[in-house]
């Protein structure tokens, strides 16, 4: 299986870093492209990611199985998607860690080992799935980082005083993530490109 590394950093603490990752709802929307199709059960969840390369649209369903370690704020994720419009098929595994860093940083460390077969597999190459990852993986921490400073924000005041006696507001709906970015997806593949060629003729 082929492997991916990333590492980001989320300016909160590892406890609240933590406590946020077990919020599946909110974490998916994160993603660029991907939803949830179905509440999860049991750590077992149901969705989709859709990731658009030029003129080819990639849309896998399936489900993913996730196992926190809270002891060691780490956690597994399984998974095995579909794409019916192209028969491919992925599967993969997603190790992460997170490390306090000062009083204030968390430390997100992403290990992926993944299988892609089927059409896509041919269209997935030149670095192309490397970037993708990265690129998705930028603009979670992106969104993440706005999702728990939202969360943060002090309570509402009444005449200039704190409301303490006021019920805690609902949980909010976590937005819809917006679809990933594939111009700085492709400019990413071709900066690596020419930073290879420049490199051998150093």
Known sequence: MAEIKQVFKVSHNRKVVWEKFQDLAAVVAC????????????GVAKGRITVKLGPVKADF???AKIVPDETNYTGVITGVGIDKNHASRAKGEVTYALTQEGE???????????????????VARGGIV?????????EFAHNLENELSAGAAP???????????????????????KELNMLAVLWAVLKNKLGSVFASRS
Request: aromatic share 2%.
């Open 31 to 42: 993603i660029p492209g991907a939803q949830l199709t179905e509440p999860p059960v049991d």
């Open 61 to 63: 369903g399936g489900e």
């Open 104 to 122: 204030a940083t968390t430390v997100v460390s992403v290990d992926v080992s993944y299988s892609l077969s089927g059409s896509l597999a041919q």
């Open 130 to 138: 490397e970037a993708v990852a990265g690129q998705i993986c930028k």
């Open 155 to 177: 309570a509402a005041t009444v005449n200039g005083a704190d409301d303490n006696t006021s019920a805690p507001p609902a949980p909010r709906a976590p937005a819809p993530a």
